[in-house]
């Protein structure tokens, strides 16, 4: 299913949430797709927990519009919902077994019995617990990880338009933070259901979800695909908290060419030729660690420097260097490991084409 060109579902326009004369949340405009994953992402404190609680109803909006399937819901309760939200703390009944747990939504809308049963039983298996040894367990006695899976499971038999995801991931330990990573994402495209996500991993977002919106102090910088913001991130804070990434600080000097301006030393670099740069304007140069090579004597490139390779950091299959420019400016490499370099001074080349150049 192509979710690009799905109908939105969720509409958020010009939402503003102050506290006091704190703007939390700054007049932000976005949608969100039916049966889309769309996550939330932003550093601590940036709005993320206080837009999903207006989404959600938890949190009234100070202006702007909430629309469901094109319908205004900024005065409808949360109860009164079709959403639902999955906590960082898992809200979890704990005397409780795990089935009764999961067919407690079922039962307060007076599903019977059996076919309650039967529901729950679907549910446990689809989150990847045997029913037949889960179903009686009471949820104290079982782990972190599977607790998530019977909050999930919980949440889906709500059969909710939108599930909404507070950081639920955050407190489970980073192996089987990747496994339910993926097995979220393959729930979300089995269920088809519309996933709203919230979390301060970039990483976590990249790899789960259709569409990333990256917040910044209450306002969205930017908004796309992961492949998008990996190959277009709009500014140096989006395309520094993408990842390890080499910004250099440059000034303009004439078309394609600038001075990098490495700790107190100004270099002549070549930079990609943009009409609307003028001399004398400063801006960020990305450029990504992969695209950074050690040149062989003779080989050529659009920009070369010398220098000293001062640590080297093995990453399974590629080999990560801290590369010093000129004291205190340093450099992050990677490479293959095939292309490990036992050397301690080389000549650092990159094509112009590989770097980018950002607004600060
Ligand atoms: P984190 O990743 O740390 O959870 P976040 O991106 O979810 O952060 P929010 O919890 O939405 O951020 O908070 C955004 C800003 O609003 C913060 O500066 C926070 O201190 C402030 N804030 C949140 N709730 C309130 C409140 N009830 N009263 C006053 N200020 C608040």
Request: aromatic fraction near 6%; hydrophobic fraction near 40%; glycine fraction near 6%.
């Amino acid at each position: 299913m192509d979710i690009s060109t799905a109908l939105p579902i969720l509409e958020v326009k010009g939402i503003t949430k102050r506290f006091g004369k704190f703007v939390a949340v700054d007049n932000v405009d976005f949608f969100i797709r039916d049966g889309e994953f769309f996550t939330l992402v932003g550093p601590s404190g940036s709005g993320k927990t206080t837009l999903l609680r207006m989404l959600v109803g938890m949190e009234k909006p100070s202006s702007g519009e909430l629309k469901l399937r094109g319908n205004r819901i900024n005065e409808l309760a949360p109860n009164k919902r079709p959403t639902c939200m999955v906590f960082q703390s898992l809200a979890l009944f704990p005397h409780m077994t795990v089935g009764k747990n999961v067919e407690f939504p079922m039962n307060i809308r007076g599903v019977k019995d059996s076919d309650r049963r039967t529901r729950a039983m679907e549910l446990l298996t689809l989150l990847h617990l045997n029913p037949y040894r889960y179903y009686d367990k009471n949820v104290t006695q079982c782990s972190g990880g599977e607790r998530q899976r019977v909050a999930l499971a919980r949440a889906l038999a709500y059969d909710p338009d939108i599930l909404f995801f507070d950081e639920p991931l955050s407190a489970i330990d980073a192996q089987l933070r990747k496994v339910l990573q993926k097995e979220l994402k393959d729930i979300q495209r089995q269920t088809r259901k519309t996933f709203c996500y919230v979390t301060h991993s970039l990483e976590e977002a990249m790899v789960m979800s259709d569409r990333v919106a990256i917040l910044r102090a209450g306002a969205i910088e930017q908004i796309g695909t992961p492949d998008k913001i990996y190959a277009s991130p709009k500014n140096a804070f989006v395309a520094e908290f993408m990842g390890e990434v080499n910004l250099l600080s440059i000034v303009a000097t004439e078309p394609g060419k600038a001075t990098w301006e490495a700790n107190l030393n100004r270099l002549p670099i070549h930079i990609p030729v943009d009409p609307t740069l003028e001399s004398g304007a400063a801006r960020k140069l990305l450029i990504r660690p992969e695209s950074l090579r050690f040149l062989a004597s003779g080989e050529v490139a659009g920009n070369s420097i010398p220098v000293r390779i001062i640590n080297e950091f093995l990453l399974g299959s590629r080999i990560q260097y801290h590369v010093e420019v000129v004291p205190g400016c340093n450099l992050t490499v990677e490479r293959l490991r095939e292309e490990r370099t036992t050397a301690t001074e080389a000549t650092l080349g990159w094509e112009i084409t590989d770097s980018q150049i950002l607004e600060s």
